[in-house]
């Protein structure tokens, strides 16, 4: 199993960036995927991650301004970013974990990319 990040970069504030996860090895239907991040926190934080019943749930800081979407023909994981804050500069990490598992949880998840930067400064 691999899960790649692509996207990241640099963009000012009020900006967009889309993050894209590939995942092969596995089909990521048959797993329950989910975007964290490591800001100046040690540890990592739920961005948005996907149900065992499929629906999406975010973060109050990320609520209105992220989409997480799923290609299952691509075997890819998205993140639309919109109105980026200072606080959203962090290193984004997609990962996949069995549906029955906590999707808030770090601990949950068995596979983990790489992980991107992305970085909001003027």
């Known amino acids: 199993v691999q899960l790649v990040e692509s996207g990241g970069g640099s963009v000012q504030p009020g900006g967009s960036l889309r993050l894209s996860c590939l995942a092969s090895?596995?089909?990521?239907?048959?797993?329950?995927m989910g975007w964290f991040r490591r800001g100046l926190r040690a540890e990592r934080e739920a961005v948005a991650y996907?149900?065992?019943?499929?629906?999406?749930t975010y973060a109050d800081s990320v609520k209105g301004r992220f989409t997480s979407s799923q290609d299952n023909t691509k075997n890819t994981l998205s993140l639309q970013m919109n109105s980026l804050k200072f606080e959203d500069t962090a290193v984004y990490y997609c990962?996949?974990?069995?549906?029955?598992?906590?999707?808030?949880?770090?601990?949950?998840?068995?596979?983990w990319g790489q992980g991107t930067q992305v970085t909001v400064s003027s």
């Open positions: 990962a996949a974990r069995l549906c029955f598992f906590n999707g808030s949880r770090e601990a949950s998840y068995g596979w």
């Open positions: 090895g596995y089909t990521i239907r048959s797993a329950c």
């Open positions: 996907i149900g065992s019943d499929g629906k999406p």
